[in-house]
């Protein structure tokens, strides 16, 4: 006998912990992420009216390549590393090109949580991790088949990750994870006791 996997869900992992000045780059990174949760009395906003447990950009500033360098910096590396991830999923993309959509920074105080969602429009979602203090959340991945398990049993507790459920990635600072912008995902309560500070994004297909 043998098993076939077909469909498969492929995630990307790299990192930019390895590449030379990433300590500098990083802390610039942080710096700014501080800098916009200080200034952005929009994004303050957005996140009280919606009970974000910290602060993200994501519904109040859309030009964070232009307005810091280091975050147009960062542009420049994930441009690449989405340009391999599509390699690797097989894209065909003809005359189009997968362009940043978005990018936005969240700073996840102890406790938050962001609930399960998937990101539509786009192709490409994934998410940099700048601070992960200890007991900080992984990213929580789920099963797209889930909703049609309809009377399927659990799986054992050591079913190999292939098998899983829900596969959670633990990240380090200078992890960048990228998935299908179909695969639902979430981020459990933060247990540090410091904040995590990760910068996501989105890539579409034009």
């Known amino acids: 006998m043998s098993i076939r996997p077909l469909f498969v869900t492929q995630v990307y992992e790299a990192t930019l912990a390895a590449e030379r000045g990433f300590s500098e780059f990083n802390a610039e990174l942080e710096e700014a992420a501080h800098m916009l949760a200080d200034e952005d009395l929009a994004g303050q906003a957005w996140c009280r009216e919606h009970a974000y447990g910290g602060y993200t950009s994501y519904a109040s500033l859309d030009d964070l390549p232009q307005r810091a360098s280091v975050f147009g910096a960062l542009k420049t590396k994930l441009d690449k590393h989405a340009q391999a991830y599509a390699k690797a999923l097989e894209l065909d993309l003809g005359r189009g090109r997968l362009r940043m959509d978005s990018l936005w920074v969240n700073i996840l105080k102890p406790d938050a949580a962001h609930s399960g969602h998937i990101h539509p429009h786009s192709v490409i979602s994934g998410t940099v991790y700048v601070a992960t203090p200890k007991g900080a959340s992984a990213l929580k991945l ?27 990635l633990q990240p380090e600072p200078g992890s960048i994870l990228m998935w299908e912008s179909w695969l639902r995902h979430e981020v459990p309560p933060n247990a540090a006791r410091k904040e995590r500070i990760s910068i996501s994004f989105n890539y579409g297909w034009r």
């Open 142 to 168: 789920e099963d797209p088949r889930l909703p049609l398990m309809m009377a399927a049993p659990p799986r054992l507790a050591d079913a190999a990750e292939t098998a899983r459920t829900f596969v959670y």
